[in-house]
């Protein structure tokens, strides 16, 4: 391997941290002094709305959410602008989660009628109905949650109307099938209301008021308003009644993008890679949210426990392709039954789907939505250490704030109650990592302000330590981001971090441009400033780690080859290396390690591959490691027992989505299932020491509870 990738030589009280969550949610309350946005992209600014930024709760020691444990309770809600935004972006995490037997509730925010044009390509343009339009793309979902559940696709579904706040009115139609079930609700606002009204100009204009579409044969008589704030109450009261335990939402915060010759705009809302409408849903939803989980914790004297995962759009389009043959499959059969045709029997006289999406259309489109799967806030959740009891603790984001869940004793294999931390309303991300001295740094991305009605947005990257270890926290810490421009700060990406031996603590994050940005804590625990490291077209998903002689690396995917910077000496600046050459990464985190022989050992899918490989002095293929998503990666001892032998020990998901490992890479090593067929939020966490805790694999599953798997090699890799 090329020898750049080798070593070279005070707590808060509850009604403070409602205070902070009202802050946010009070409308038109928050917002920005003199931003400055990109015109058309994402749900803009006015310029001149000046507020303060709601504060980060501080840590207390409350454990403020339902118990983890005799509360199995699970159910997902997602959120979308259109009828199909689940299929294509979502999907294969909500056809799993489905299957598994997890209630499924959908929320369609617009009624998708478009020109009004059902069109199957190669038959006669027939005549704009836009309300004939919406029906069948209803029907195609019907086609598609049943064929998902397993059921004939033109199951009889139960359609009713669903009374909600604000004096709305919205179709519900519900579908059950043994252990699964699936309601969908069609609020159906229409995407062009009248006056011209669209949902961005809810989302930011004050005073915009939106119609909604009657759907041909919708149980719903007549037409409902709604206005920004009506928006929020609804969606908030949608999450109070059914109270999920898991959200699918949107990309609130979309990438800047270049549309020109070379990168035609398409369906881009102008300057960045999303829908327009995608993107003020996605910002409703996390408002609503917000106001959901205030007003739920006054009301019921505890959070409500769940957890969020958001999806990227049209993302897909400009990126390496994550699917492998037969996950991509297993998706395009979801949306086929979507798609329907006119000449299938479903039942429904204004159409049998969305023909335009039917047969093979969307695998031969060439913006590829449906070949990728790609995470806003890309992390392995929650992130295991121990305790000074040998415990297993976990950090993760729990009811949008930071907690941290204990094992109940050394070894146990069981989480006790969630402990809140505050920092809230949090991104689904978190970096975690112990300091020389032995504390606790926990890293996130905080929603600081997000208020629409022409007020600004704000993210910002905030930490949390520990005064010593194993001791009590400090109060949450905001360390901005490395963008001068808010509407740039929307787009900063994940947290990474990584602690040295001599006593720094090294911050990484995604800029808006696609580089890399740090921001150092020295020994003193004082933080440097932001400081750009290079680099671009990078996509998020940051892996950071130490090497064998302790200097610090980062890895990056990009579109071309894997990023890579590193010190060239411990304690020295971090810099881009030269491009590394490597083959061009399918789009997801990368795993990486000390290998046992001290190099570093880089392990990832190329676009579409169903195997990955490992890339150190030679790069080998794992043969049976089959999957999809990121894998996570640490030198182990080998299953023989003898503590001089090492091996690397992946972790990841198989092609349907549950959790494996693998103890070495050789021919012979084949990965080992999950007990009780795990299916992770996400990409489970990775913890490998050579104390009694051994190899543990963390993971959260759709009820918002997390779990321990501790697996025993059968035999030698």
């Not at 920005?32 to 803009?44: E, L, P, S, Y």
């Not at 739920?296 to 957890?307: G, N, W």
């Not at 093979?360 to 799967?373: A, D, E, F, H, M």
Request: proline share 8%; net charge positive.
């Amino acid at each position: 391997m090329n020898s750049r990738w080798t070593s070279r030589g005070a707590r808060t009280t509850r009604r403070q941290t409602l205070a902070a969550l009202a802050a946010l949610t009070a409308g038109g309350a928050v917002g920005i002094a003199g931003v400055t946005g990109i015109a058309g992209c994402g749900a803009g600014h006015a310029r001149g709305a000046a507020a303060e930024p709601a504060r980060a709760s501080e840590p207390g020691a409350a454990e403020p959410f339902t118990s983890a444990a005799g509360d199995k309770r699970a159910l997902l809600l997602q959120i979308m602008a259109h009828p199909d935004d689940d299929l294509y972006f979502m999907n294969p995490d909500a056809e799993q989660v489905l299957r598994s037997g997890v209630p499924v509730v959908c929320v369609y925010v617009t009624a998708g009628e478009a020109r009004g044009i059902n069109h199957q390509a190669g038959t006669p343009i027939p005549h704009a109905d836009k309300a004939a339009y919406s029906a069948s793309r209803h029907q195609g979902l019907r086609q598609a949650y049943a064929q998902m559940m397993g059921l004939n696709q033109f199951a009889p579904w139960q359609r009713s109307v669903l009374r909600l706040p604000g004096g709305v009115t919205a179709e519900t139609n519900t579908l059950v099938g043994g252990a699964r079930s699936a309601r969908l609700i069609f609020l159906n606002i229409a995407m062009l209301s009248d006056g011209g009204a669209r949902i961005p100009a809810l989302w930011n204009t004050p005073g915009t008021v939106m119609r909604t579409l009657l759907a041909t044969g919708s149980p719903v008589a007549h037409p409902s308003s709604y206005g920004h704030q009506t928006l929020v109450d609804v969606l908030a009261g949608i999450m109070d009644r059914y109270r999920p335990t898991l959200i699918h939402t949107l990309d609130p915060d979309p990438d800047f993008q270049v549309h020109d010759v070379l990168h035609p705009k398409d369906n881009d809302q102008p300057g960045c890679s999303d829908h327009r409408d995608h993107t003020p849903v996605a910002l409703f939803t996390w408002k609503a949210i917000a106001q959901w989980v205030a007003t739920a914790t006054q009301r019921d004297q505890r959070a409500p426990r769940f957890t969020t995962t958001a999806f990227r759009g049209y993302y897909n389009q400009r990126w390496p392709h994550n699917l492998p043959p037969a996950v991509l499959a297993q998706k395009a059969r979801a949306i086929k039954s979507y798609g329907g045709a006119p000449d299938w029997d479903c039942g429904n006289a204004a159409g049998c789907g969305d023909y335009s999406q039917g047969g093979v259309r969307p695998l031969r489109n060439r913006k590829g939505w449906i070949r990728s799967t790609h995470y806003r806030y890309p992390a392995s959740l929650p992130a295991p250490t121990t305790d000074a009891q040998g415990r297993l603790a976990a950090y993760g984001v729990l009811g949008a704030q930071a907690v941290r869940w204990r094992e109940t004793g050394p070894g146990s294999g069981r989480f006790g109650a969630p402990q809140g931390l505050g920092g809230g309303p949090l991104a689904p991300a978190l970096a975690a990592v112990r300091d020389s001295a032995g504390r606790q740094v926990l890293f996130a991305l905080r929603f600081a302000a997000l208020a629409g009605q022409g007020a600004g947005d704000l993210r910002e990257i905030v930490v949390l330590e520990q005064r010593r270890p194993d001791g009590p926290f400090r109060a949450w810490t905001g360390l901005g981001t490395p963008e001068t421009d808010p509407e740039h700060g929307r787009r900063v990406g994940c947290p990474a971090a990584v602690a040295t031996p001599d006593g720094r603590v090294h911050l990484f994050v995604r800029t808006a441009d696609k580089g890399l940005a740090t921001r150092v804590r020295d020994a003193k625990g004082h933080w440097g400033p932001w400081q750009r490291l290079g680099g671009a077209e990078i996509q998020d998903g940051l892996t950071a780690l130490l090497d064998a002689e302790g200097q610090v690396h980062v890895l990056a995917p990009g579109r071309d080859t894997v990023h890579h910077w590193a010190q060239e000496w411990a304690g020295g600046p971090v810099a881009l290396r030269p491009p590394s050459g490597l083959p061009r990464p399918g789009g997801d985190q990368l795993g990486a390690a000390v290998a046992p022989d001290g190099t570093l050992a880089l392990i990832y899918r190329t676009p579409t591959a169903t195997v990955p490989a490992v890339h150190g002095e030679t790069t080998l293929t794992v043969r049976h490691f089959e999957g999809y998503g990121p894998i996570a990666a640490h030198t182990v001892a080998e299953p023989s027992g003898r503590r001089e032998a090492k091996t690397l020990l992946l972790v990841g998901r198989d092609l349907g989505g549950e959790v494996q490992v693998q103890y070495g890479t050789g021919p012979d090593a084949k990965p080992l299932r999950s007990p009780g067929h795990l299916t992770p939020v996400g990409a489970p966490a990775l913890l490998a020491d050579d104390g009694h805790q051994g190899v543990c694999v963390v993971g959260l599953s759709p009820d918002a509870t997390p779990w321990i798997w501790r697996p025993r090699p059968t035999s030698r890799a």
